[in-house]
Every structure is written in structure tokens, then in C-alpha cells.
């Protein structure tokens, strides 16, 4: 007992410390410049300092200390409450639904958002947070939760840069707060969050010793006469309170829950009143500690706490996931398609005749009218190049699809699940921030280094686990919760437009020429060759890795190839139209429906209807609010996030 509480009195002398230091420094930062001595000596009586600090700076450290300890209970509550280390307001999709309903509400109803903006956030909380229990079933699996939580985040941030593209002057300067961002004008915000976040954590530490017999298990907590049901709810409703009034002042901030916790239980801290008490004053440190952070990366420009958060929670993530995956037990999941497969010879003519329909409906629309006139120098220097680099690289990206759902055996496994197309787009904007000068044509090179740093951390993470199929996954998610954050804090350094800096995000075929057509062929026939090789290797380790190795396949050395082919192809997609995420989930499903297993046919089929998906997606783009484009990558998210929703409610 007493080494427990000296262990409390560790965490709680040092959290304080930690918090006093960060608050200073914190204090001191901005554009009116002043020393900590400064600080402590004119604080206290009337003039510039005093000013500063009590209309901006201090207002922005106390919606850091609130907002940070909000989401580190929430993120206490919500991992007792799923049996799931991974759970936090972020990774269960709470944060990217408050702020979808934020956007919608400041587009359509300006009023609203003004007097009720808690209500708009605390309704997209709970929207996304019942979405995801209901997709996850009654078992709350760890891994089948953190898919889950990451496909409704998708779904929901597709929703709102679309929202964003589409109404840009209504939703302009909404860039950096949906980043999460610290900025307080004046002390409303904290005035507003301070009472309803006090609210919501008192009935969490009232909540914190019935959640001591409920984490034993809902039959031994039932057995002891509590009421579960109402522990479960009043537990839920505020922990996405807590979440729901952090987005509606500060934005989406992730990662802050799902640390804090953490860190605290490390250090020895034991029962949830201690583990809600030590992870509110944690949570703070981290997110003042992200703030200061930010700010000395980037002196006198606004780096998002966000950000910097996803920066340092990426890695943490990553060690969460790689620990989580491997207490799992290890199994064979056979990948099986339909029953009564379709013959090629009657698919590929009908896919081709689908094909064929689509690129005639793309060449005739010039952003304004139906004509198609194939004399006329706009077809063949705008249309035809566009249309062609959105058929290549969709195939690409299905292709690519096909290979990594075969080496992992996880139907929802793809470069974005891997984190290989996030990474790629955030070496191709690093290049650009370290030589701005740079032609485009280079942008490839950074995409690839970025691409194979991600599968770097694969391999040396999954390498002594044979490539766990769950554990890969799981190392996706975090790598490609880092690579989004680097890619904004990139944006803000590099100080590029938002519109710009959100195409580039959602990844778009706008303005192709023959050369990006010429370079997408080349790259096509060069990775198209190993792909098909190492369909038969796919088509064994079908049958789980020891009936495969006991036919002779040396199943390590498969996946690293086949790993290396998947990154590469994928690589080359994000070099030419950016971050287009979705088409190497969703084709495969398709076509395995349609041909069953083997991988040679399901990798053609797949790859016509990639290549289809995307010129539709880019077709749609540019007819929906003519002449202005919607980025493909944005239309197909918007397509096939319901289509993963349903198929994953299907999977058992």
C-alpha cells in the first residue's frame, strides 16, 4: 500500500512540476516577446505584460490545461469501458464526428453554431460513437474497435473536406482549428467549457469506483448487485461530454487521450479515482507541453496543438498497437470469395464494355457542356491525359490492394491502412518545404522516401512476429495518424494555401498531360510484372501460413516482397495524383465477390475496376459544381466508406 502511494506521490509532484515549467515557457511565447524574469516581475502590476497575458496568453494556457485533462479522462473512461488500450475520443471516431457537425452546422446553420455550439459538437460525438459500437458488436474486439474507429474517422473527415472544397468562403479560416488549435481571443471560450467540463468529470470520478468492479467483468459486476447498464451509460455520456466540449472550442486534438492513461498506469498508478485524477493533470502536461512544442518549431506562425500531438502520439501508438497485437492470439484467416465465381471470359468483356461507357462520358464533358469532338486540341491536350492517369493509377491502387489484403490476410488492409500513402504524402511536402524551388517532377523521390520509411518501421516491428497479420494493421493505423499530422504541420510551415494544401491532402487527376500519362505507363509495366509473379505465392498463403510453409513456401520471405511490390506500386499512385485513398479496399472486395480467390484473376478484375472507380470518381468530381472540381480522392472516399461500414458490420 505504501509503495502505491508513493508511487501516486510521484506522479502527481512530477506532473504538477512538469506543468508549472510548461506553463512559464508557455507564457512566454508569441509575438510580443518577453523573458520568464520579465514575466514573474511586470505580471503583477498594470502595463504590457499584464495585458498580454491576461487577454491572450493566459486564456490559451487554461483552455490547454482543461481541454487536455478533458480528453485524458475521457480516454481513461473509454478504454474500461471497450476492454480496448487503443480507445480515446480519436481513435474511436468521437473528435472527427463533433467536428463534421461543427463544419455542417457553421455552413447551413450559422445561427445555431453560434448560440448552441456544444449541441452540434456533443451530437456528431455521439453520432460517431454509436456508429462504432454498433459496427464493433457485442465483443468489443481490440483490433475489430481500432478498424472501426479509423474507418468512421474516415468517413466523417472525408465529409467534412468535401463540406470544406465545396463551401470554402463559409468554412475559410477553418483549416487550422480543425487541426485542433489552442488560440483563445479572450477568455469566452474558456468561460464556456470550464462548467460543462467540470460537470462531466465530477460524474466520472463519482463513476470511478462502481468502474473498478465493472473493469472485472460485466457478469461479476452484475453478480454484485450494480445496475451495468447505467454505469455503462452515465460513463459514456460523459466521457463523449468531455470530448464533444473540447471540439466545439478547440477542434479535434487526438492522441492526448489515449496517452495520458497510459503513461499514468505505467507509472504504478492503480484504481480509477487515481487513474481519472492523474490522467486529467497529464493530459494537461501533454497538451501544453504539444503547444510549446509547436511554437518553437515554428517562432511567430501557429503550428496546430493537434498536430503536434498526432506527431508525438504516433509513436506511441505504434509501441500500443505492436503490444496489443501480439497478446492476441495468432491466427489463420483463410480469404475466400464467392462460391460461384464468374468466368473471366464473361466479366472482363462486361467490365471492358463499363470501361468503355465511362471514358466516352469523360472525354465529352468539358466542365460546362456535352461535346465531344475529337478534332478539338482541348479533348486531347485536357480530357483525354486527365482521363487516362485516373485509369492507370487506379488500377495501380486496386492492384495494390489485392497484394496487401493477400500477404496480411485482412480484408481491410490497403497502402492507406498501412499508413504507406499517408507517409508517401508527407515526404513528397517535406521535399517541398526543404527546397520550395524544387520542379514537380521530383516530388516522386520524397514520396518514396516517405513510403518506404513506412514500410521500414513494418518490417523491423513486424519482423520477429512473422508479420502477424492484426499486428501490421495495427502499425498501419499509427503510422498513418503520423504521416497525416507531418503532412499538416508541413502545410503550415510551408504556408500553402488551404484549398491548395486540401487537394493535395484528398489527392486529385486535376491537370494531367501526356507526360504524367507517359510516366504512369512506364511505372505501370514496371511494377506489373512482379505483381503477377507473386500471385501463385498468394494463392498458397491463402491457406494460413503452416499449411503454406508445409508445401514448401518460405512465408517471411513472401511477405517482405510481397510488402516491398505493394509499397512501391502505391508509391508511385501518391507521386502522381497524390493521397487517394479507398479504391485498394474496395475493388478487391468487389472482384472477390465476383471471381472468388485466386489471385490472378482477382488481381485483373480488380484492377478494371479500380481503374473504373476512378475515372467515375474523377468523372463526378468535375460534373457535380461544374466548372469548380471536387478531388477525386474526396469522391471516392465518399463512395467507399459506406461500402466498408456495411462490410464490416457483415464480417464476423
Known amino acids: 500500500m505504501k509503495k502505491g502511494k508513493k508511487k501516486s506521490f510521484v506522479s502527481l509532484t512530477g506532473g504538477f512540476f512538469l506543468l508549472s515549467v510548461l506553463a512559464v515557457v508557455h507564457l512566454t511565447q508569441g509575438q510580443a516577446d518577453y523573458t520568464a524574469a520579465e514575466l514573474v516581475r511586470n505580471v503583477w502590476q498594470e502595463g504590457r505584460v499584464q495585458d498580454i497575458v491576461l487577454s491572450l496568453r493566459l486564456p490559451r494556457l487554461a483552455i490547454g490545461i482543461l481541454a487536455g485533462g478533458a480528453l485524458a479522462a475521457s480516454g481513461a473512461a473509454l478504454q474500461t ?23 455542417l452546422s457553421i455552413i447551413f446553420f450559422p445561427g445555431l453554431l453560434g448560440s448552441f455550439p456544444f449541441l452540434t459538437a456533443l451530437i456528431g460525438a455521439a453520432a460517431s460513437a454509436g456508429l462504432v459500437l454498433l459496427l464493433s458488436g457485442k465483443k468489443m474486439d481490440p483490433v475489430r474497435v481500432a478498424l472501426t474507429g479509423m474507418i468512421v474517422s474516415l468517413l466523417f473527415a ?18 487550422l482549428w480543425g487541426a485542433g488549435t489552442l488560440v483563445q481571443l479572450n ?8 462548467p460543462v467540463i467540470a460537470a462531466a468529470y465530477i460524474v466520472i470520478l463519482i463513476l470511478a469506483k462502481p468502474m473498478d468492479i465493472f473493469a472485472l467483468g460485466e457478469d461479476v459486476a452484475s453478480s454484485l448487485g450494480q445496475n451495468v447498464q447505467i ?58 507541453g504539444a503547444d510549446v512544442l509547436g511554437r518553437l518549431i515554428q517562432p511567430g506562425q501557429e503550428v496546430p496543438a493537434g498536430a503536434m500531438t498526432a506527431l508525438i502520439g504516433g509513436p506511441w501508438l505504434l509501441y500500443l498497437a505492436w503490444r496489443t497485437a501480439r497478446s492476441m492470439k495468432r491466427g489463420d484467416r483463410q480469404m475466400g470469395g464467392t462460391l460461384k465465381p464468374v468466368r473471366m471470359r464473361v466479366l472482363v468483356p462486361v467490365l471492358l464494355l463499363l ?13 460546362s457542356e456535352w461535346t465531344l469532338d475529337w478534332t478539338s486540341p482541348a479533348v486531347w491536350i485536357f480530357r483525354v491525359p486527365r482521363v487516362l492517369t485516373a485509369f492507370i493509377v487506379g488500377i495501380m491502387l486496386a492492384i495494390t490492394g489485392v497484394i496487401l489484403q493477400g500477404v496480411l490476410r485482412n480484408p481491410l ?15 513528397a511536402m517535406l521535399l517541398m518545404v526543404v527546397y520550395p524551388a524544387v520542379p514537380v517532377a521530383f516530388l516522386p523521390l520524397g514520396a518514396a522516401a516517405g513510403a518506404m520509411a ?64 507517359q510516366f504512369a505507363v512506364l ?58 485513398g479507398f479504391i485498394g479496399l474496395v475493388a478487391p472486395h468487389i472482384a472477390r465477390r465476383l471471381v472468388g480467390f485466386r489471385h490472378l484473376p482477382l488481381m485483373v478484375s480488380s484492377g478494371l475496376l479500380g481503374g473504373l472507380l476512378l475515372v467515375l470518381a474523377d468523372f463526378i468530381g468535375r460534373t457535380v459544381i461544374a466548372p469548380q472540381d471536387i478531388p477525386s480522392g474526396l469522391v471516392v472516399a465518399l463512395i467507399g466508406t459506406p461500402y466498408l461500414l456495411y462490410l464490416l458490420r457483415k464480417m464476423k
Open 81 to 103: 469501458l471497450t476492454n480496448n488500450p487503443l480507445a480515446a475520443p480519436s481513435t474511436l471516431g468521437i473528435n472527427a464526428g463533433a467536428f463534421f457537425f461543427v463544419v
Open 158 to 175: 472525408s465529409l467534412t473536406g468535401a463540406l470544406q472544397l465545396l463551401f470554402e468562403n463559409e468554412t475559410n479560416g477553418l483549416f
Open 187 to 194: 477568455w469566452s471560450g474558456v468561460l464556456f467549457a470550464a
Open 231 to 288: 454505469i455503462k451509460l452515465s460513463a459514456w455520456g460523459a466521457a463523449i461530454v468531455l470530448a464533444a466540449a473540447t471540439v466545439s472550442v478547440v477542434g479535434p486534438i487526438g492522441f492526448v487521450g489515449l496517452m495520458a492513461p497510459h503513461i499514468v498506469r505505467m507509472m504504478g498508478v492503480r484504481g480509477h479515482l487515481a487513474i481519472f485524477v492523474h490522467s486529467f493533470l497529464w493530459g494537461s502536461v501533454l497538451l501544453i
Open 355 to 367: 470501361l468503355a461507357v465511362s471514358l466516352v462520358a469523360a472525354f465529352s464533358f468539358n466542365g
Open 413 to 427: 488492409a490497403d497502402a492507406g491502412v498501412l499508413g504507406v500513402t499517408s507517409m508517401g504524402g508527407a515526404g
Open 454 to 517: 513506412a514500410l521500414g518501421i513494418i518490417l523491423v516491428t513486424a519482423w520477429k512476429n512473422n508479420f502477424q497479420p492484426m499486428l501490421v494493421a495495427l502499425m498501419g493505423i499509427a503510422i498513418s495518424a503520423f504521416g497525416s499530422a507531418a503532412t499538416q504541420v508541413l502545410i503550415v510551415k510551408a504556408e500553402l494555401a488551404v484549398a491548395s494544401a486540401l487537394v493535395w491532402l484528398s489527392g486529385s487527376t486535376y491537370a494531367k498531360s501526356w507526360e504524367d500519362v
Open 523 to 580: 511505372l505501370f509495366i514496371l511494377f506489373l510484372f512482379p505483381a503477377v509473379y507473386i500471385t501463385r505465392s498468394l494463392d498458397t498463403l491463402t491457406f494460413g501460413d503452416e499449411v503454406a510453409s508445409g508445401l514448401g513456401l518460405n512465408v517471411r520471405k513472401v511477405r517482405v516482397g510481397a510488402l516491398i511490390v505493394g509499397v512501391a506500386i502505391s508509391t508511385a499512385a501518391v507521386a502522381l495524383v497524390g493521397t487517394i
